[in-house]
Nanobody, 124 residues
Framework: QVQLVESGGGLVQAGGSLRLSCAASGPTATGLHMGWFRQARGNKREFVAAISGAGGRNYYADSVKGRFTISRDNANNTVFLQMNNLKFEDTAVYYC?????????????????WGQGTQVTVSS
């Protein structure tokens, strides 16, 4: 079993930055492929970014490409999402997810474990 805990959300002005963290714990938490998703009020949960277990590959949604960066620190079982040049439309609850199988997942049902989410609010 894997537990995921997100942190780092908050309120920021448009154009600002935030860094989200996701701490993974559990006997099988090391080296999993990880992803970030987000869900705005009234919308479906959508893919944001994914990173491979060793950190060598990543993938981004077009809406965040060039502004967000996903990275990881495997020594501490932590994944990060650096968000720069934030826009009002980035406002959402951001979720960290982990995948047991190989490959970078971009849809919800490809992930097996989920965190509780952290709110990001961007004021215009």
């Amino acid at each position: 079993q894997v537990q995921l805990v997100e942190s780092g959300g908050g309120l920021v002005q448009a154009g600002g930055s935030l860094r989200l963290s996701c701490a993974a714990s559990g006997p099988t938490a090391t080296g999993l492929h990880m992803g970030w998703f987000r869900q705005a009020r009234g919308n479906k949960r959508e893919f944001v970014a994914a990173i491979s277990g060793a950190g060598g590959r990543n993938y981004y949604a077009d809406s965040v490409k060039g502004r967000f960066t996903i990275s990881r620190d495997n020594a501490n079982n932590t994944v990060f999402l650096q968000m720069n040049n934030l826009k009002f439309e980035d406002t959402a609850v951001y979720y960290c997810a982990a995948r047991k199988w190989l490959g970078l997942g971009t849809v919800e049902n490809e992930y097996d474990y989920w965190g509780q989410g952290t709110q990001v609010t961007v004021s215009s």
